[in-house]
């Protein structure tokens, strides 16, 4: 049997179901929406909105930009042993018009990426220790 999968980062995206969602928060008072969550005051610095609701995100969105990292970041990241180079994706969310980061899903070739192009959220393994399997939200085409 498996190691337990786990959130590397829990309460910011579902894994209890077949189709992830990141989680965001929507401003009350402006419908302002955004990620990670907000709880104290709203980022729009137009509004004084202090009321929050958590909202589910779109799952799907279009390629703003991407940029493969050839170097190992430093802790609190965790890195495979060996490094291995990695994609990170900025995908504007098609319904709330914003731009998430995160990584590229395992087995994508980034030269097969173009701006513009549709993507997806995905949930996959960002690293794993003895204890567990921690998984992160990512992009695929």
């Known amino acids: 049997m498996g190691k337990p999968q786990v959130p590397a980062i829990e309460g910011w995206f579902t894994t209890d179901t077949p189709q992830p969602h990141l989680l965001g928060s929507r401003c009350k008072q402006c419908k302002s929406y955004f990620f990670p969550k907000e709880a104290l005051f709203c ?6 909105g202090t009321e929050f609701e958590e909202v589910p995100l779109s ?3 279009k390629l703003w930009s991407f940029t493969t990292n050839h170097y190992e970041p ?3 990241y965790m890195s495979p042993d060996p490094f291995v180079p990695y994609t990170v994706a900025a995908v504007e969310l098609a319904e709330e018009k914003m731009v998430v980061l995160g990584q590229l899903a395992a087995g994508v070739d980034p ?3 173009k701006v513009g ?3 997806e959220l995905v949930v996959d393994k960002l690293y794993a220790d003895a204890a567990s399997e921690y998984l992160v939200w990512k992009w695929k085409p």
């Open 43 to 48: 980022r729009n610095p137009g509004c004084t």
């Open 59 to 61: 799952r799907t969105g």
């Open 74 to 76: 430093p802790a609190p």
């Open 111 to 113: 030269k097969s990426l």
């Open 117 to 119: 192009m549709s993507v």
